[in-house]
């Protein structure tokens, strides 16, 4: 079946502006994840969902970042009044389940998001 | 706080030779660790999953090793070929969520 899939790929915005990324995880996994990642860096945990709810929002940076999944498929993660710093590779991932030994995280290709 | 470091940062090495990369992370309470691949302004490519329980997991020329109480994983890449040049990430499942190392580098010079 298809894999995760995010839209758009790239993302070019101006400072200031509202953007919002998709994510569309793989059929039946109910857990979905969204990343962030830095150049040259690791990538850094922002939220999780389990169903429709988000479980675990601790690592948004700040109340400008929203993230939301109300059917419990597509997610979309929101970013407003853009900053230079919140230019980065935003990845998703999602898995059948969370918490458990035999738990796989299935990424996306990632969006990349520059804002000038 | 979990913590992730990788080791060495950078790495290059002619075609052909074994190689190791190391992963070290700080709280062995964890569900899993994977080892994942990524070439330059690209997504991520998962190599392996080794479950807690697991000492080792291998695919093709490449095996990775848990050894969990003292924090440490080790992915072994046999006879590297230019086509191995990627970066290399090593990720722990700490209950939902996964922590993260920087990465190494890694050029194969044909």
């Known amino acids: 079946g298809a894999g995760v899939s995010q839209t758009p790929s790239n993302k070019v915005t101006e400072k200031g502006k509202y953007v919002e990324l998709r994510c569309d995880p793989i059929?039946?996994?109910?857990?979905l994840y969204w990343y962030r990642q830095s150049l040259g860096q690791g990538p850094e945990f922002l939220i999780y969902f389990q169903g429709t709810g988000a479980a675990d929002d601790s690592g948004l940076p700040n109340d400008r970042f929203f993230a939301v999944r109300p059917e419990g498929s597509v997610s979309t993660l929101k970013i407003q009044r853009t900053e230079r710093g919140d230019s980065a590779m935003y990845l998703c991932?999602?898995?059948?389940?969370?918490?458990?030994?035999?738990?796989?995280?299935?990424f996306g290709p990632g969006t990349r998001l520059t804002v000038l | 706080k979990q913590e992730v470091t990788q080791i060495p940062a950078a790495l290059s090495v002619p075609e052909g030779e074994n190689l190791v990369l190391n992963c070290s992370f700080t709280d062995s309470a964890i569900y899993n660790l994977q080892w994942f691949r990524q070439d330059p302004g690209k997504g991520l490519t998962s190599l392996l999953l080794?479950?807690?329980s697991q000492r080792e997991q291998t695919s093709g020329r490449l095996n990775a090793s848990l050894d969990k109480s003292s924090g440490r994983s080790t992915l072994y890449i046999a006879a590297s070929q230019p086509g191995d040049s990627a970066t290399y990430l090593c990720a722990v499942d700490s209950n939902y969520q996964l922590i993260w190392g920087a990465g190494t580098k890694l050029i194969i010079k044909p």
């Open positions: 991932a999602s898995s059948l389940w969370s918490g458990k030994a035999y738990n796989e995280q299935f």
């Open positions: 080794i479950q807690s």
């Open positions: 059929s039946g996994h109910t857990a």
